[in-house]
Nanobody, 125 residues
Framework: QLQLVESGGGLVQPGGSLRLSCTASKPTFNLHAIGWFRQVPGKEREGVSWISISGSRTNYRDSVKGRFTISRVAANNTVYLQMNNLKPEDTGIYYC??????????????????WGQGTQVTVSS
């Protein structure tokens, strides 16, 4: 079993930045592709970004391209989501999820075997 923990959420003004982290205590975390998702009340969970096991491939939803950057540091068992130029529509609970098979498309929630508990991101003035 893989337990994922997200951190780094908070309240930020439009145009601001946050860096989310997704980490696990087990090094087997590094044998999983990781996806970031977000959800707001009344809407389905949507895929935001994805990184392959090796870290050499990434994907982003169109609305965050050029603003968000996903990366991973194997030595820290951590995947980061750097979010710049945040907009009110980026508000939501952000979840990370782990997939040992790199299934595509990354935005399918059922591709992922393990999920974190989520971290709240609020973009508001």
């Amino acid at each position: 079993q893989l337990q994922l923990v997200e951190s780094g959420g908070g309240l930020v003004q439009p145009g601001g930045s946050l860096r989310l982290s997704c980490t696990a205590s087990k090094p087997t975390f590094n044998l999983h592709a990781i996806g970031w998702f977000r959800q707001v009340p009344g809407k389905e969970r949507e895929g935001v970004s994805w990184i392959s096991i090796s870290g050499s491939r990434t994907n982003y939803r169109d609305s965050v391209k050029g603003r968000f950057t996903i990366s991973r540091v194997a030595a820290n068992n951590t995947v980061y989501l750097q979010m710049n130029n945040l907009k009110p529509e980026d508000t939501g609970i952000y979840y990370c999820a782990a997939d040992p098979y790199e299934r595509v498309p990354y935005s399918r929630t059922w591709n992922y075997d393990w999920w974190g508990q989520g971290t709240q991101v609020t973009v508001s003035s």
